[in-house]
């Protein structure tokens, strides 16, 4: 079992985020702490723009929201809301929070990913920690 397992959260319809909570639930076991994260990529300016005013500030609401439900479903689970890009972000926040665990939901890779999606790919290659890579 694990001490603190690390689980980012994508809310995109092709991960299965659910199965990562479900192992992650498994590998905490009655004691370990479980840390939901999702990392809010930033718009690019050009795109800003068409977007409605306050759009931005309503998402982040609504992610943090969500995330904090799910982190009351689960026992001894916190939620966290980041900016930044996905995997250095998930990276970082790992190294400054010590996980000993990661478990990261990955979509059916293409040829473009080979084995696994880009951000799984980077924490698996780069992470201090264990990961596991749900499909």
């Given at each position: 079992?694990?001490?603190?397992?690390?689980?980012?959260?994508?809310?995109?319809?092709?991960?299965?985020?659910?199965?990562?909570?479900?192992?992650?639930?498994?590998?905490?076991?009655?004691?370990?702490?479980?840390?939901?994260?999702?990392?809010?990529?930033?718009?690019?300016?050009?795109?800003i723009s068409y977007l409605?005013?306050?759009?931005?500030?309503?998402?982040?609401?609504?992610?943090?929201?969500?995330?904090?439900?799910?982190?009351?479903?689960?026992?001894?689970?916190?939620?966290?809301?980041?900016?930044?890009?996905?995997?250095?972000?998930?990276?970082?926040?790992?190294?400054?929070?010590?996980?000993?665990?990661?478990?990261?939901?990955?979509?059916?890779?293409?040829?473009?990913?080979?084995?696994?999606?880009?951000?799984?790919?980077?924490?698996?290659?780069?992470?201090?920690?264990?990961?596991?890579?749900?499909?």
């Amino acid at each position: 079992m694990y001490a603190h397992i690390l689980v980012p959260v994508s809310f995109d319809q092709d991960r299965d985020s659910n199965a990562a909570l479900r192992a992650a639930r498994l590998l905490a076991g009655e004691t370990g702490r479980i840390s939901l994260l999702h990392v809010i990529e930033q718009v690019p300016g050009y795109a800003i723009s068409y977007l409605p005013q306050g759009y931005v500030n309503e998402a982040r609401k609504a992610i943090e929201v969500e995330l904090a439900e799910i982190a009351a479903s689960l026992p001894n689970a916190s939620a966290h809301v980041v900016e930044g890009h996905s995997g250095r972000t998930i990276l970082d926040w790992a190294e400054a929070h010590t996980p000993d665990c990661i478990v990261i939901a990955s979509h059916r890779p293409g040829m473009q990913d080979l084995l696994l999606g880009s951000t799984a790919a980077k924490v698996v290659r780069h992470a201090a920690c264990a990961v596991h890579v749900i499909r």
